[in-house]
C-alpha cells in the first residue's frame, strides 16, 4: 500500500457552488478507484476561484456600504476551505459507499505557518480581489493600507505575498487520523498563512501555492507519491507549439535545466515542477507525478503523468 497525497487544482472545482457540486462528483472517482486499490490517500486542493469569490462579494459589500470593512484575506481563505471540504467530504462518502468501501473521510481548516521574514513580503505579487479604477485603488490603499497594483491592464488590484510554507499547524491531528485511516483533506488552498504570535499564531493577508504547500504536507506525512493534478497529462517542453515535447520522465537534475532555460510558466507549470523535484528530493525513493486527474491511476502504473524522481 502506497501513501498518496493528491493535490487538486482549484480551477478543477468550479467558480460558484452549484458547479462545485456537479464536478466533485466526478473528482471524486479516480480517487476513490486509488483508494480501492488499497492505497492511503491524503487530499489537498487549490481555491484561486473560490477564495476570490469570497473576497469578492466581501469588497463588493464594502463598496456599497452593507459593511463597514472588507473580510481579512486569512478569513476568506478559512471559508473556501470550510466549504470545498464540505462539498468533497459528501461525494467522497456517497461515492465510497457506491464502491463498497467503509472508510470515513473530515476536512481539516489547517494554517500553514510562514517565516515573516520571508522574502516575499517585501514583493508582493499576487493579486486578488476585483480591479480597481486608478483612483478607486489609491482611496483604498490610503483607507487600508493595501498595497494596489495594476494587473493585466484591466485595472487595479490589491495585491499580496506568497511565501513559501515552513510548518502545518494541524500536522499532528492530520497525522492521527491518516494512521487511523481516516481520508483527510487538509492545506485547502495553501492553507491559512501565519505566523507564531507567542504560545499560537496569527493570519497575515497572503497567499500560499497550494502545490508547495501539498509538497510540504507530503513530505511531513512521509508519503510515498505526491500527484500534482492539472489540466494536462504531462509536463511539457516547448509547450503549445509546434515542436512540443512531452516528458513522461524526468529527473531533479534535468528539471533545473529546463527551469533555468525558461521552459515552464510561472504561476503554471513551474510551481508544481518545483513543489515535485523538492519533494523528490528530500528521500531517495520517493515520486512526484504531474498529470491529468482522469488518468490518475494510468499514472501510478507509469502509463501517463509525468514522473520525477531523484
Known amino acids: 500500500m502506497s501513501k ?3 493535490a487538486l487544482g482549484g480551477n478543477a472545482l468550479g467558480n460558484q457552488p452549484s458547479d462545485q457540486i456537479r464536478l466533485v462528483r466526478d473528482t471524486v472517482k479516480p480517487i476513490v478507484d486509488l483508494i480501492k ?3 492511503q490517500v491524503i487530499i489537498s486542493h487549490g481555491n484561486g476561484p473560490q477564495v476570490g469569490m469570497i473576497n469578492n462579494a466581501f469588497e463588493a459589500a ?3 456600504g452593507v459593511l463597514k470593512h472588507g473580510m481579512p484575506f486569512p478569513e476568506c481563505g478559512a471559508m473556501s476551505q470550510g466549504y470545498i471540504g464540505y462539498h468533497l467530504q459528501n461525494a467522497l462518502a456517497k461515492e465510497l459507499i457506491n464502491q463498497g468501501l467503509k472508510q470515513k473521510c473530515v476536512t ?8 515573516p521574514n520571508d522574502e516575499a513580503f517585501q514583493t508582493p505579487s499576487k493579486p486578488i480581489g476585483p480591479f480597481y479604477s486608478k483612483q478607486e485603488a489609491e482611496t483604498i490603499a490610503e483607507a487600508t493600507g493595501y498595497i494596489m497594483k495594476e494587473d493585466s491592464n484591466r485595472g487595479f488590484r490589491r495585491v499580496v505575498a506568497s511565501p513559501k510554507p515552513i510548518d502545518i499547524v494541524e500536522i499532528d491531528t492530520v497525522r492521527c487520523l491518516v494512521e487511523n485511516n481516516v481520508i483527510v483533506i487538509t492545506v485547502g488552498g495553501g492553507g491559512i498563512p501565519v505566523v507564531k504570535d507567542g504560545n499560537g499564531y496569527v493570519g497575515v493577508p497572503a497567499v500560499i501555492d497550494k502545490d508547495f504547500a501539498s509538497q510540504k504536507l507530503a513530505d511531513l506525512l512521509d508519503a ?3 500527484f500534482i493534478l492539472t489540466a494536462v497529462d504531462c509536463v511539457s517542453l516547448n509547450y503549445g507549439k509546434p515542436n512540443q ?3 513522461h520522465e524526468l529527473t531533479v537534475a534535468d528539471a533545473k535545466k529546463y527551469i533555468n532555460d525558461g521552459q515552464f510558466a510561472k504561476g503554471s507549470m513551474l510551481p508544481k515542477v518545483e513543489a515535485a523535484m523538492e519533494f523528490a528530493s528530500e528521500k531517495s525513493g520517493r515520486v512526484a507525478l504531474v498529470g491529468s486527474l482522469e488518468k490518475a491511476t494510468l499514472a501510478l502504473e507509469g502509463k501517463s503523468g509525468t514522473r520525477i524522481t531523484i
Open 4 to 6: 498518496i497525497v493528491i
Open 37 to 39: 486499490k488499497g492505497h
Open 62 to 64: 464594502r463598496k456599497s
Open 108 to 115: 481539516i481548516i489547517s494554517q500553514v505557518e510562514v517565516d
Open 224 to 226: 510515498d507519491y505526491l
Open 245 to 247: 515535447i512531452d516528458l
